[in-house]
């Protein structure tokens, strides 16, 4: 069956870093664009990144110059590089695949992982 699954996440001390990665699996998201998202604790879930199939990017404000978007399409393998950390940057990442990154909004996903929590406390 279609699925997308995210890893990577944990507990990060503030000015940490990690790797999330989201792996695609019975279908080859060939065509799709990759987001990332999150939902913080009591708030709704909100658009961080997108990649385009051609690798074109573009990020929320909150996250520009310290995440970085990338994808393996070889490896049906999409990624999110989370560099400096902040508490407010905890919440439940999830990826999915999108029509296009002409925004990073969720009005155009096809298919959704089920997510990866992110902590960020000392």
């Known amino acids: 069956q279609l699925q997308l699954v995210e890893s990577g996440g944990g507990l990060v001390q503030p000015g940490g870093s990690l790797r999330l990665s989201c792996a695609a699996s019975?279908?080859?998201?060939?065509?799709?664009?990759i987001g990332w998202f999150r939902q913080a604790p009591g708030k709704e879930r909100e658009g961080v990144s997108c990649i385009s199939y051609y690798g074109q990017s573009n990020y929320a404000d909150s996250v520009k110059g310290r995440f970085t978007i990338s994808r393996d399409n070889a490896k049906n393998t999409a990624y999110l590089q989370m560099n400096t950390l902040k508490p407010e940057d905890t919440a439940v990442y999830y990826c999915?695949?999108?029509?296009?990154?002409?925004?990073?909004?969720?009005?155009?996903?096809?298919?959704w992982g089920k997510g990866t929590l992110v902590t960020v406390s000392s």
């Open positions: 999915a695949t999108k029509a296009s990154c002409v925004s990073i909004a969720s009005s155009d996903v096809n298919y």
């Open positions: 019975g279908f080859h998201p060939s065509y799709y664009a």
